[in-house]
């Protein structure tokens, strides 16, 4: 919580948070921070994975394993003034073999599924996006079991 604030600036004011047991559950991991512009010997483990994957076009299984790793690999920051490093970021990512996401109608658009009670805290832009949010029907009925803990952006700076 102590970087909503950050996050907000960099991917938008709304977030949900979940547990990492339920994220490490679905499939998540965390992310593999790289150096943004490493020294030509400092690049062993980027180098590696992209050679795998780049030689195994003729074995689906590598090809595979391969592209799950890069897509958990992340530079630590972009060169200017943003460091990406504390982010602590963890990511889901969605493959065909995943039982955890659902599609509509557009194949290209997946899911996560989850219950309210998986969900520990939301943060909504402001105090009045969260009340009328809680005003909601759906929304009310949705929680009516399970409520998380709910914030406003603004409050998370005390953490």
């Known amino acids: 919580m102590s970087q909503a604030q950050i996050h907000a600036e960099r991917y938008g004011k709304l977030g949900i948070g979940f547990t990492r047991d339920f994220i490490m559950n679905k499939g998540g991991r965390p992310v593999i921070y790289v150096p943004y512009d490493p020294e ?9 994975i992209r050679n795998v994957f780049e030689r195994s076009n003729h074995n689906a299984e590598i090809h595979r394993s391969s592209k799950w790793i890069m897509v958990h690999v992340k530079r630590m920051s ?4 943003e460091d990406y490093y504390d982010e602590i970021e963890w990511r889901l990512v969605y493959d065909e073999c995943s039982t955890h996401f659902t599609s509509g109608e557009d194949k290209s658009v997946h899911r996560l599924q989850f219950e309210a009670s998986d969900i520990k805290i939301i943060i909504f832009p402001d105090d009045k996006i969260k009340e009328k949010s809680l005003s909601d029907k759906v929304i009310r009925d949705y929680f009516s ?3 998380p803990i709910m914030a406003a952006l603004e409050d998370c700076c005390n953490f």
């Open 40 to 48: 030509d010997d400092g690049r062993l483990l980027e180098d590696s």
């Open 78 to 81: 972009n060169g200017k003034d």
């Open 145 to 147: 079991k399970h409520l």
